[in-house]
Each structure stands twice: as C-alpha cells, then as structure tokens.
Nanobody, 126 residues
Framework: QVQLVDSGGRSVQAGGSLRLSCTDT????????MGWFRQAPGKEREFVAA????????YYGDSLKGRFAISTYNVRNTVYLQMNNLRPEDTAVYYC???????????????????WGQGTQVTVSS
C-alpha cells in the first residue's frame, strides 16, 4: 500500500528557499508518477510539479518552472521540491500525490492520482 509522507514546509521570508520532501513509506516501488499540488486559503488546489519515472520527464505548473524544481535520486519512492525565490503568493498547503498508473498521461490532473500526503504548510511573509 502506498503511504505518502510529505514534509519540509515552514515559514520563510520572501526571496527565501525551501525544499519539500515526499516519501512512499510503504516502499511499494509501484509508483509511476509522483507530484506536488498546492492549495492556498480560499482557492482551488493547483498543480505544481510532477515527475513521470516511466518516460523520464518532469512537468510544472504555469509560471513555476525556473523557481521550482522537482527531483529524485531515481528511486521510485521519494521526490523533492526545491522552491527558490519564494513569494507571498506561494503561501499554501503543499500536498504530495502519487499515481500507480503507468505510461504517459496528463500529470496535472488531480483525478489521476490515487494517493495523497497529509500536506505541509508553506508560509511566505513579505
């Protein structure tokens, strides 16, 4: 059973950096895609980034590439989200998500992910 644990969120000042981590503690190694979504107060959950191990590709939400980077040590149970030059509008709860669906599909679609972490709060102050 996939069990996601996400961590690394905290309060930082604008311009700072954070690295979030997400691990499948179930160690199933059955995950094909792992990604990050975020939800700010009063807003819908939005796609941040994802990595598809089957095709070796990464994906980013609009305007986030360049400040955010998703990475892995090529082990299908852990991903990291490096966030640089943080802005107050990046304040949100960040959720890790995982899918056991193989192949290539739209990694930004929340409905394609079967497993979710508990979320980690990122607060950016100006």
């Amino acid at each position: 059973q996939v069990q996601l644990v996400d961590s690394g969120g905290r309060s930082v000042q604008a311009g700072g950096s954070l690295r979030l981590s997400c691990t499948d503690t179930g160690r199933t190694f059955s995950v094909h895609v792992m990604g990050w979504f975020r939800q700010a107060p009063g807003k819908e959950r939005e796609f941040v980034a994802a990595i598809n191990w089957d095709i070796g590709s990464t994906y980013y939400g609009d305007s986030l590439k360049g400040r955010f980077a998703i990475s892995t040590y090529n082990v299908r149970n852990t991903v990291y989200l490096q966030m640089n030059n943080l802005r107050p509008e990046d304040t949100a709860v960040y959720y890790c998500a995982a899918s056991t669906r193989p192949g290539s599909w739209n990694e930004a679609q929340q409905m394609m992910y079967q497993y979710w972490g508990q979320g980690t709060q990122v607060t950016v102050s100006s």
